[in-house]
């Protein structure tokens, strides 16, 4: 049974940091696309990043430059580590899984087949 358990969510002033941490078990790490999505109140859950087998990574418009995606294989892990943090990026971050082998992962939240439960990023002005 695949799990997935985000954390490092909290509250932050704009132009801070945040590092998110997706820890899998029952999956393994860097054997398909995984991401981090998110969603805000009223909103629809949207890609933020991913990151393929080979390493390719994709990312939202609205976080490029400021967003940085990465898996430790070893440690069953999954990173993002966000810079630069705006009151837009205030959302629920969820990890997901198993989005299929390709160069240039899905961005359709549909594309993943597990998800994490989330976790909460706020960032006040």
């Known amino acids: 049974q695949v799990q997935l358990v985000e954390s490092g969510g909290g509250s932050v002033q704009a132009g801070g940091s945040l590092r998110l941490s997706c820890v899998a078990s029952g999956y393994s790490v860097g054997g398909s696309c995984m991401g981090w999505f998110r969603q805000a109140p009223g909103k629809e859950r949207e890609v933020v990043a991913a990151i393929g087998s080979d390493g390719s990574t994709t990312y939202a418009d609205s976080v490029k430059g400021r967003f940085a995606i990465s898996e430790d294989d070893v440690k069953f892990t999954l990173y993002l580590q966000m810079n630069s943090l705006k009151p837009e990026d205030t959302a629920t971050y969820y990890c997901?899984?198993?989005?299929?082998?390709?160069?240039?992962?899905?961005?359709?939240?549909?594309?993943?087949?597990?998800w994490g439960q989330g976790t909460q990023v706020t960032v006040s002005s």
């Open positions: 997901a899984a198993d989005g299929g082998s390709f160069h240039l992962c899905p961005r359709a939240a549909g594309s993943y087949l597990h």
